[in-house]
């Protein structure tokens, strides 16, 4: 099943980056959170091609601690906001909170401690003793290579629920 949610978020790249105005965007340095905002149009329009079509993907979503759809998500008690996420925004009575795929997104550029510390966030998130259970987490960074002529996303690492 991982490689179906890793298809997911690989079309989705593959068409931010053959869109014309993905690329300006990323060729003038835009913002993260533009860029999330765009790549996440593409991750919903693959969603509605499979099985996880009632799915939401959300940026900068950070509610449905404990059950609480108004309480912020927390991680080792510090308040958490992913970049991009995909879920079930209401719980199911069997099951909870069902999260499928999280993601962050940096620019290559950024300085490196913050670039893991987001891939330890994440590996953190698909661990099942941690409480979220998210299926699979990609850490996406931002190409902006002026000089070989290359501008886009790409998947830097992966995670799944371990």
Do not use: W
């Amino acid at each position: 099943m991982y490689q179906g949610y890793k298809n997911i978020v690989q079309n989705a790249i593959n068409n931010f980056n053959n869109d014309d105005d993905c690329k300006e965007l990323v060729l003038c340095d835009i913002s993260e959170r533009n860029l999330c905002y765009k790549l996440a149009t593409f991750l919903e329009a693959e969603l509605c091609k499979t099985e996880f079509s009632d799915y939401s993907v959300n940026v900068e979503y950070n509610r449905g601690m404990n059950g609480d759809l108004k309480q912020t998500k927390k991680l080792d008690n510090k308040p958490i906001s992913l970049d991009l996420n995909i879920v079930k925004i209401l719980p199911t009575p069997d099951n909870g909170f069902d999260n499928l795929i999280c993601i962050e997104m940096k620019k290559e550029k950024r300085p490196s401690v913050e670039i893991q510390d987001d891939k330890e966030r994440l590996n953190k998130l698909t661990d099942i003793t941690k409480g979220y259970c998210y299926k699979a987490g990609f850490m996406i960074l931002v190409c902006q290579n002026p000089a070989s002529n290359q501008f886009g996303l790409y998947i830097e690492s992966e995670y799944t629920l371990h």
